[in-house]
């Protein structure tokens, strides 16, 4: 459904995003997962047609999306990261504002907007001024704004970022009908619970270039079996040898050290080894596989970071 292939886009001196190739298929939700600056957004505006890439091509079922085509436009439903409502006006009153630029007028139109209300439960608050709204009445209402014309293809942009755990769940919840529906999906997130609860696929993001690109249990496997420890005390006199059996060294800074283990009694020789050469610890955390141990061995960073 969607073809993503060396899109490139440069803002001044910042390349925000840097050669991202990607596929959709019809029905997946595809994840873009990285920290806030990654180039998510600039991805989402290309693919939307908000912004044209500096180079590279996007096609989108069979047609050129790269020059803003009205065609691919009406296939999507965008939510953007931004709230894009008018404050001043109703969540019934917005709906109807969004759904007419998609043609929808009459009849057709007021049915759609009592669907998507009903949808995100907000009927009986529909007609009261969005201004007056919480953060996470706003989100729901941002997110029938897109979803009004039954599109194709669902771009959403941090769709949950700032609202309540109740607002995100039924957010969440809403993404998975659609796509169970046949609707193709893009997501992208910071938020590592929300990836790997919704996504058939994920693209590591960061730096605007992807790093790594699969299933969950596709990224998983790229860190393998392995549980990773971070250890924190008084290193200056450790020499970084005679590590035990199972135990791998993979990043030391001052007060800090990161290993891999594969095997779960190593730890302990691990810590024994160090109070034995009259070294403090003072923490230990053990992270065992996941996405964030994907992320921090393929950029070297937390996500957060």
Not at 142 to 150: D, F, M, R, V
């Amino acid at each position: 459904m969607i073809e993503v292939s060396e899109i490139r886009k440069q803002f001044g001196e910042v390349r925000a995003v840097d050669g991202l190739s990607f596929k959709v298929a019809e029905g997946e939700i595809f994840g873009l997962l990285g920290p806030n600056g990654a180039g998510k957004t600039t991805t989402i505006s290309m693919l939307s047609g908000l912004l044209a890439p500096d180079s590279g091509t996007i096609t989108v079922a069979g047609m050129d999306a790269s020059r803003g085509d009205r065609r691919v436009r009406a296939l999507m439903g965008v939510i953007p990261q931004e709230i894009a409502l008018y404050e001043e006006l109703s969540g019934r009153e917005n709906l109807h504002f969004w759904g007419g630029l998609y043609g929808l007028t009459g009849a057709a139109l007021k049915r759609e907007t009592d669907r998507v209300l009903d949808m995100v439960d907000l009927t009986d608050r529909a007609d009261d001024q969005v201004g007056k709204y919480s953060g996470g009445m706003k989100r729901r209402i941002n997110l029938c704004a897109g979803l009004i014309h039954s599109p194709k293809i669902i771009l959403l942009d941090e769709p949950t970022l700032g609202i309540d755990p109740q607002a995100r769940i039924k957010i969440l919840d809403i993404v998975k009908k659609e796509a169970e529906s046949g609707t193709t999906i893009i997501y992208t997130t910071h938020y590592l619970e929300e990836a790997e609860e919704l996504c058939d696929r994920i693209a590591i993001i960061d730096k605007g270039a992807i790093h790594a690109e699969g299933s969950l249990a596709e990224l998983v496997d790229l860190v393998g079996e392995e549980d990773m420890i971070t250890v924190t005390g008084d290193f200056k006199s450790w020499k970084g040898d005679n590590l035990p059996e199972g135990v791998r060294l993979d990043h030391m800074e001052e007060g800090s050290l990161r290993f891999y283990i594969s095997r779960k009694d190593s730890l302990g020789s691990l810590l024994n080894s160090f109070f034995g050469a009259g070294i403090s610890v003072e923490s230990v955390s053990i992270r065992e596989p996941g996405l964030q141990g994907v992320f921090l061995k393929l950029t070297g960073r937390e996500l957060r970071d």
